[in-house]
Nanobody, 123 residues
Framework: QVHLVESGGGLVQAGGSLRLSCTASGRTMSSYALAWFRQAPGTERDLVGA????????VYADSVKGRFTISRDNAKNTVYLQMDSLKPEDTAVYYC????????????????WGQGTQVTVSS
């Protein structure tokens, strides 16, 4: 059974940085596309960024371009989300996801999901 476990969330002031990690257990994720989603109260879960299996191709939501960076370490079975210049509107629960297909539609219905980690940005 595959488990994705996120870590690194917390409370940070606006303008600060956080680095989220998501480590998989149960099987290797090296052939999977990996993604980060976020969901604020009363809103839908939205894609933040995604990275293909080899780490060459990435995609980001317009709202985070230039501030967030997604990366992966297949040897550690881990995907990261470096978040800089954080804004209060980045406050949400952040989820990692894994799917064999690298496209937004497949990742929205990803095969594997983590339990989420809370990120709160104070103004």
């Amino acid at each position: 059974q595959v488990h994705l476990v996120e870590s690194g969330g917390g409370l940070v002031q606006a303008g600060g940085s956080l680095r989220l990690s998501c480590t998989a257990s149960g099987r290797t994720m090296s052939s999977y596309a990996l993604a980060w989603f976020r969901q604020a109260p009363g809103t839908e879960r939205d894609l933040v960024g995604a990275i293909n299996w080899e780490g060459v191709n990435t995609v980001y939501a317009d709202s985070v371009k230039g501030r967030f960076t997604i990366s992966r370490d297949n040897a550690k079975n881990t995907v990261y989300l470096q978040m800089d210049s954080l804004k209060p509107e980045d406050t949400a629960v952040y989820y990692c996801a894994a799917d064999m297909k690298y496209n937004v539609y497949s990742l929205r219905a990803a095969e594997y999901w983590g339990q989420g980690t809370q990120v709160t940005v104070s103004s």
